[in-house]
């Protein structure tokens, strides 16, 4: 018995030291020379509200650096009839701002046109093309309920969904201040399960109890995007969220509207604001 008692032990000594063995450190080297810009570009249907062009150049994927700026380049908007030009904030490098009292229009497509002072993978110029969809009048309310049994809050929609398939962004407001403020929190959906019908309550959006106070003023904001921006989001949302090492697949590099082997996304879409006073539990 002592001797089975001594050869378990031996055995178990030597698997761990097999284990131990097999443990390296594996240094990655990854190519740090290929540099791309990234664009993003928003043009809405609110007149100086969320709308800019942001010029960037990718980092390494170690980088703990924000992306360097692209400044000094010159951009430009054309709607079909009319060509505007962004100009550069001088307080935020790599932002270009559009004229005063610039307003997008559902319906019409918008060409951005990026020409660089220095190129960037061998080139200077980078276009993309975005079709602004309309959004229904028909937005009636929201509401906000606290589910106890889950600890979150609720948001819920209701209102008219147009007939054919349309594509929703939704963000959201507190006290004046965007909480929604990374990828990671904006919520996009389809209409598949609701096309042209009457929209009776559906969960829009959950956030956590620490997000909402009864009392806070909330203000939804219901975005009207194209197929390809919801695919897009999608996509980047999707190589954010942390990933089991041993079952996921390779990362995807995501879609873009971008000519030239740009990244990132020029997107067009008009919004509606829904208001409500947040109640008690």
């Known amino acids: 018995m002592k001797q089975k008692t001594i050869r378990i032990f031996i055995l178990l000594g030597i698997s761990f030291g097999l284990l131990h063995g097999c443990t390296e450190r594996i240094d990655i080297e990854l190519e740090q020379e290929f540099t ?6 928003y043009v809405t249907a609110d007149k100086n509200t969320f709308q800019f062009v ?4 990718t980092a390494g994927y170690f980088s703990n650096e924000p992306p360097p700026p692209v400044s000094g380049a010159t951009v430009s908007v054309d709607d079909g009839t009319n060509l505007f ?3 550069e904030d001088q307080q935020n490098p790599g932002y270009y701002r559009p004229p005063q009292d610039f307003q997008g229009i559902p319906g019409k497509k918008y060409q951005l046109s990026v020409e660089l002072a220095e190129e960037i993978a061998g080139t200077t110029h980078f276009e993309a093309t975005e079709t602004m969809p309309p959004l229904s009048d028909d937005i009636d309310s929201i509401r906000i309920i606290y589910r106890s049994d889950f600890d979150f809050w609720a948001i819920k929609f209701y209102g008219y969904d147009p007939p054919g398939p349309n594509f929703y962004m939704f963000n959201a407001i507190r006290n004046g201040v965007l909480i929604t403020d990374s990828i990671q929190k904006v ?3 389809d209409d598949k399960l609701v096309d042209n019908s009457y929209i009776n309550g559906a969960y829009v959006m959950i956030l956590d109890r620490t997000e909402l106070n009864p009392g806070d003023q909330f203000t939804l904001i219901t975005s009207s995007i194209s197929e390809e921006y919801y695919n897009y989001i999608l996509g980047l949302q999707a190589e954010l969220h942390p990933k089991n090492p041993l079952f996921s697949g390779p990362p995807a590099n995501v879609t873009t509207n971008l000519s030239s082997g740009g990244v990132g996304y020029f997107a067009a879409f008009p919004s509606a604001y829904t208001d409500y006073i947040v109640r008690p539990f």
Do not use: H, I
């Open 36 to 41: 791309r810009l990234s664009v993003e570009g």
């Open 85 to 87: 030009m962004f100009t």
């Open 54 to 57: 942001r010029l960037t150049k």
């Open 187 to 189: 919520n996009v959906t």
